[in-house]
């Protein structure tokens, strides 16, 4: 059973490109978090997805980030017009839907880094 | 005042010694709490979950105390394969999001 997959592993962008994260969470999981580690820092949670819906978007910055997580295919982590504050970790995670009245663990990409020159 | 409060070490420690990290939450709501470790440029990885009656895996015992939100992890026995950064972290509102701390270093020296 494959786990979180991320990718790219690494991102190189020059300011004002766009960034393009993408997250396979493990089979059977339906729920997406992404979370945000910069430099020397812990990590901070960004937003929680389920299928074709963006369930909690408090941690995203108001602007230049998107999250969707569509039907089919991996939840896409969008940066537009990077800049150099933008360089972090971004690390994805997924739980799964079944609910036993307690929380579910949540289990962790390897992460992208992202570098803005 | 962070969330989620941890001393960032780093604790140096011989192997073999016992050592204990200690956490603080602000959220008096939260539901869920754990232990997670980080190693250098790695994703972070559950240790264990923070049960209120405490709980313990192997040599490492987990305890929460809901009145002082306070929570602690304690390492027997250190191994050098313990190094690593471990992170105190609370689920926050009803969404089960993670709230981090940021991480308290520990370095097993031979």
């Known amino acids: 059973n494959a786990g979180v997959m991320q990718n790219p592993r690494h991102l190189v962008r020059r300011r004002g490109q766009e960034a393009r994260l993408r997250c396979s969470p493990m089979k059977g999981h339906s729920h997406v978090y992404w979370y945000r580690q910069l430099p020397e820092e812990g990590l901070k949670f960004m937003v929680y997805?389920?299928?074709?819906?963006?369930?909690?978007e408090s941690g995203m910055p108001k602007e230049r980030f998107s999250a969707e997580f569509p039907k089919e295919g991996p939840s896409i982590l969008r940066i537009q017009q990077v800049v150099r504050g933008d360089s972090a970790a971004y690390f994805c995670a997924s739980s799964s839907d079944t609910w036993t009245g307690g929380v579910e663990t949540q289990y962790f990409g390897p992460g992208t880094r992202l570098l803005v020159l | 005042r962070k969330e989620v409060e941890q001393d960032p070490g780093p604790f140096n420690v011989p192997e073999g010694a016992t050592v204990a990290f200690n956490c603080t939450y602000s959220?008096?709501?939260?539901?869920?709490f754990f232990w997670y470790r980080q190693d250098c440029r790695k994703e972070p990885k559950l240790l264990m979950s923070?049960?209120?009656s405490g709980n313990e895996d192997g040599r490492f015992t987990a305890l929460l105390n809901r009145a002082s939100q306070y929570i602690s992890l304690l390492i027997r026995d250190s191994k050098l394969s313990d190094s690593a950064t471990y992170l105190c972290v609370v689920t926050g509102g009803a969404t089960n999001k993670l709230i981090f701390g940021t991480g308290t270093l520990l370095a097993v020296q031979p």
């Open positions: 997805l389920q299928k074709e819906n963006i369930i909690d």
């Open positions: 959220n008096s709501a939260s539901q869920s």
């Open positions: 923070v049960y209120s």
